[in-house]
């Protein structure tokens, strides 16, 4: 049985999911040992290891060195990429980079960014049995200004949209549905009514786990951080316990 499977198994006898970011080898190493269930290579990277202000200029190589960087680490964990801005804008580049990662054992996850207008994109890959993480809501990589920073689902036909979106990425068999940004109430729904566990970044506590950024726990993040996860009085062992006992 995979990584990915035993870990859906025990979300579905109960377990809260955890995810937190990671860039290279040693920090991998201490979060898998700190209970971590899911590393995430980010796109995250491109604000916080290349101090860039947006993740448009992240790389498909830079992805795919920092997981190699990270996979030497984890032995149990759950390795989840992001496939980056523009390297999954097509169906064929899309199967064909993801597949690269999952062929090989390089990851055990692919997340996209999904909206309207790349759903087909999602369904491409999964039809191909590619596992996918599938991102709604907040969409970093196609952010053009600020006023795309805010929650999500607030208006009643956003919110439809969003649901329905949700619910036919989990029928159609997303691994993980991650959401960013969404209205509490809305991402609560989602997750009372999908199957697929239901991960969420600022979007409440009443989901089926929790995403951070490694740099967000430490303080030191370039990005705004969550209030709900950071506190720059205790040390970060104590913090990722903090992190993972309030998803239980």
């Known amino acids: 049985m995979s990584k990915l499977s035993k870990l859906i198994n025990l979300y579905k006898r109960g377990k809260k999911i955890s995810c937190i970011t990671a860039y290279d080898a040693s920090m991998s190493k201490y979060l898998e040992s700190s209970g971590v269930d899911i590393i995430l290579v980010g796109d995250s990277l491109g604000q916080v290891i290349k101090g860039e202000k947006t993740t448009h200029g992240v790389t498909l190589d830079e992805i795919e060195y920092h997981t190699r960087c ?59 049995n590619i596992p996918l993480c599938a991102h709604i809501g907040l969409l970093p990589q196609t952010i053009k200004s600020k006023s795309g920073f805010r929650k999500y689902g607030k208006s009643k036909n956003e919110a439809k949209q969003l649901y329905d979106l949700a619910i036919t990425l989990d029928k159609l068999g997303a691994k993980i549905i991650l959401i960013e940004c969404l209205e509490n109430s809305l991402a609560r729904k989602i997750s009372q009514n999908c199957s697929a566990p239901v991960i969420g970044i600022g979007s409440g506590s009443g989901i089926d786990g929790q995403v951070a950024v490694i740099y ?33």
Do not use: W
Request: no cysteine.
């Open 70 to 128: 990270v996979k030497s680490g984890l032995k149990t964990s759950v390795l989840m990429v992001d496939l980056p801005k523009d390297s999954y804008d097509t169906k064929l580049k899309a199967y064909k980079n993801s597949y690269k990662f999952i062929s090989t054992s390089l990851a055990d996850l692919i997340k996209i960014e999904i909206g309207t207008n790349n759903f087909d994109i999602a369904e491409h890959l999964i039809k191909k």
């Open 216 to 248: 967000d726990l430490l303080g030191i993040s370039f990005n705004k951080i969550d209030r709900f996860i950071v506190n720059d009085k205790i040390s970060l062992d104590k913090q990722i316990a903090m992190f993972i006992k309030k998803l239980k």
